[in-house]
């Protein structure tokens, strides 16, 4: 079976993403109780992922420097969502819409890569990221006609915009 298939088999569906987004819900609610803090959960399904936000937080403690510590209790959540489902998830977790500011960040950041490129001609490596940030990178590079590739071993990991 091809890895594309593999995909297409393995897609949730909505009632599973949001059972996801419920378990990983009550995960997050339990640190922010644990860790005496007020927020609001929020929960959507956006095409193939659970999304969980907390709303209405004050401070950054719960992104931290770059969003590594968002980017930790996200596994963290993701792992209590395969403990009871037994499915590997791809819950996103966003806090206070750090998330939303960073796509739009990160899209301008793509796109100038993209507009560089093509009046370059040659290809343009970018600065280190998280999942989560080359995915939006290589989805402006598409989105603006051309090709990308994530290079390098975690945490170094970096996206390569692409001449056409």
């Known amino acids: 079976m091809t890895e594309a298939e593999e995909t297409v088999k393995a897609a949730p569906s909505v009632a599973a993403l949001e059972q996801e987004g419920e378990i990983a819900a009550d995960y997050v609610e339990g640190l922010l109780d644990i860790a005496d803090l007020d927020g609001d959960i929020d929960m959507d399904v956006e095409g193939d992922r659970a999304l969980v936000s907390v709303i209405g937080l004050k401070g950054g403690d719960l992104v931290g420097p770059g969003g590594e510590v968002l980017e930790a209790l996200q596994e963290l959540t993701r792992l ?55 995915k939006v990178i290589h989805d402006a590079v598409a989105a603006a006609g051309l090709r990308s590739e994530s290079e390098g071993e975690e945490p170094r990991r970096f996206v390569v915009v692409l001449p056409a």
């Open 80 to 134: 209590a969502v395969h403990r009871q489902t037994g499915e590997r998830s791809r819950l996103m977790l966003d806090v206070a819409g750090y998330r939303e500011r960073r796509r739009a960040e990160l899209t301008k950041i793509g796109t100038a890569a993209v507009d560089e490129v093509k009046t370059s001609g040659e290809p343009k490596a970018l600065k280190p990221m998280t999942p989560f940030e080359r």
